[in-house]
């Protein structure tokens, strides 16, 4: 519980790959922290006595993240129906203003893992929740072999640093990582039935540990609204009975965390995977309409919408298929444009080294050559066989307001009642790698980025 305590598991850290050496930044700080505590002894209210205040906890000695996940949770939710948890935590911390924007697709397996490495799912090798590797011909459909899942997540991250995590239910978690193996009582497996409530009260209960066995880092991950997002459209009042669960779910953790008088030194991040969209089979296009100017069998098509993922089967005899997918990307666009298939508008065709640079969605021999960008809420199908009707989906452009999630932190290095732009969610892995000042692996987000959503270490919010 001393100040060198303090010292050694977390301001060095973050600072070791600077010129400075370890002692002399300790050396540095204990200086500033001298003059700071000679200036208030002194009664003088200078700004600098503020810039280096000593670590303002009172309960624990150590930075603690609990980061939540509130699946299929899109931007406005919040305003669907009272949420007075969720407000708190906007109103007493920092918010994306416009929401937090997803990676590309807009799908959970992808999001959640971009949020644990800060790699676009191109560098992190989840390029959707299901797929065939092309070159390989094995499928992913959400398995834990540990082939499939690249860069370092933050579990592993912390671990690998002599650090404590507890997951409970994040994609990917599961997967043994570095230092990581998935210990049973820190990484449940997950099973949907277990009650939100028991997901809170078992995280509740690590704050009730010794000090030092209290996980640093924790990640709880609610399958909602996502699932009545899915089923009834997210305009849909099952949708808003289950924003108002969620709320309810995060004012359990509020109030046990401040029944043990740490829910200000506790950072709380609460954010979503991706949003959700009505669709309908009115706003249909089928590849079969397409038949006019080339036929396209069902088995090169991996996936329908919201992406369409093609790797057409040309056959040993083809000598460049490269060529032959260019024509065929061409074929299909004079179609989708002709004016005669059908909402073919609202579908574009790409090689995937053509897509738009922003989506990040072509370095991964993973993806299939041939991705289709449909319209937000358009659904692709082969043909006209099967019903449906109205329901929701995400996995669309990530430039579509639909597809944004949450973003909020609240805790000791949040400013209180600040909004910041919209971000990506690749940047959240070197916050929370600050926040507990851990050395980061290579991400895709900018290590700049801290600077504009986390106060500076010292600089640290009072303890109310
Ligand atoms: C899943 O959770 C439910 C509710 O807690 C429990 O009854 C069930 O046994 C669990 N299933 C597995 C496979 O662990
Ligand atoms: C429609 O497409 C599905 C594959 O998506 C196929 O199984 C079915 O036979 C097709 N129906 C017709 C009438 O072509
Ligand atoms: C993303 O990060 C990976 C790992 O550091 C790197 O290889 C890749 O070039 C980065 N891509 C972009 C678009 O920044
Ligand atoms: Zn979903």
Same mark, same amino acid.
């Given at each position: ?35 700071a ?13 503020? *810039? ?8 624990l ?23 007075p948890?969720? $407000? ?20 959970t ?34 398995g ?34 570095g ?34 066995? %209290?996980?640093?880092l ?11 997002g ?6 849909d ?16 953790? %509020? ?12 950072h ?5 995977? $991706? ?25 090169w ?28 990307v061409?074929?299909?666009n ?25 989506? $990040? ?7 299939p050559?041939? *991705? ?27 430039k ?5 999630? *949450? ?15 919209s ?11 600050? %926040? ?13 980025f801290?600077?504009? *959503? ?11």
């Amino acid at each position: 519980m001393s100040y060198n305590n303090h010292h050694k598991t977390f301001f060095p850290m973050a600072k070791s790959k600077h010129v400075l050496s370890l002692k002399l930044s300790i050396t540095l700080l204990n200086l500033l922290i001298v003059a700071a505590t000679a200036a208030v002894t002194n009664g003088l209210d200078t700004p600098s006595s503020k *810039i280096w205040r000593p670590w303002p906890f009172k309960k624990l000695n150590k930075p603690v993240v609990l980061m939540i996940s509130s699946d299929g949770f899109r931007f406005g939710y919040q305003f669907k129906t009272d949420t007075p948890n969720i $407000h708190l935590l906007i109103s007493e911390g920092t918010e994306a203003k416009l929401g937090l924007i997803p990676v590309f697709p807009t799908m959970t397996f992808p999001n959640h893992y971009s949020i644990a490495t800060g790699l676009y799912p191109a560098y992190h090798g989840i390029i959707m929740n299901k797929f065939t590797d092309p070159i390989t011909g094995e499928t992913f459909n959400k398995g834990l072999d540990p082939k499939w899942w690249l860069g370092e997540p933050l579990w592993a991250t912390a671990t690998n640093q002599g650090r404590k995590a507890l997951t409970y239910f994040w994609p990917g978690s599961e997967v043994p990582k570095g230092s990581w193996t998935c210990p049973k009582e820190l990484c449940p497996h997950f099973n949907l039935s277990v009650p939100f409530e028991e997901r809170v009260d078992t995280i509740l209960n690590h704050f009730d540990l010794p000090e030092e066995d %209290i996980p640093d880092l924790m990640m709880l991950y609610f399958n909602e609204p996502d699932g009545a997002g899915h089923n009834y459209g997210p305009d849909d009042p099952r949708v808003t009975q289950a924003v108002a669960k969620i709320d309810k779910m995060i004012g359990r953790i %509020i109030q046990g965390l401040k029944k043990r008088e740490i829910f200000d030194e506790v950072h709380v991040i609460l954010l979503g995977d $991706h949003g959700m969209v009505t669709n309908c089979d009115l706003k249909t296009i089928y590849i079969d309409d397409l038949a006019d100017w080339v036929k396209i069998p069902a088995d090169w098509i991996q996936a329908y919408s919201p992406v369409l993922a093609m790797n057409p089967n040309w056959g040993k005899d083809v000598k460049n298929p490269g060529e032959k997918n260019a024509e065929l990307v061409a074929k299909m666009n004079e179609a989708l444009t002709s004016g005669k298939v059908e909402n073919g508008e609202f579908l574009q065709v790409y090689l995937k080294e053509k897509l738009p640079k922003r989506l $990040h969605y072509s370095e991964s021999s993973r993806i299939p050559p041939i *991705i289709g960008m449909v319209g937000e809420g358009l659904i692709v199908r082969q043909n006209r066989t099967g019903v449906h009707e109205c329901y929701g989906d995400h996995g669309y452009d990530n430039k579509y307001f639909s597809m944004r999630s *949450i973003f909020m932190g609240h805790g000791p290095r949040f400013r209180k009642g600040k909004k910041v732009p919209s971000f990506e969610n690749v940047q959240i892995y070197n916050v929370v790698a600050e %926040i507990l000042g851990l050395q980061p692996a290579p991400t895709n987000g900018s290590s700049l980025f801290t600077r504009n *959503i986390l106060l500076p270490f010292g600089e640290t919010r009072d303890v109310e």
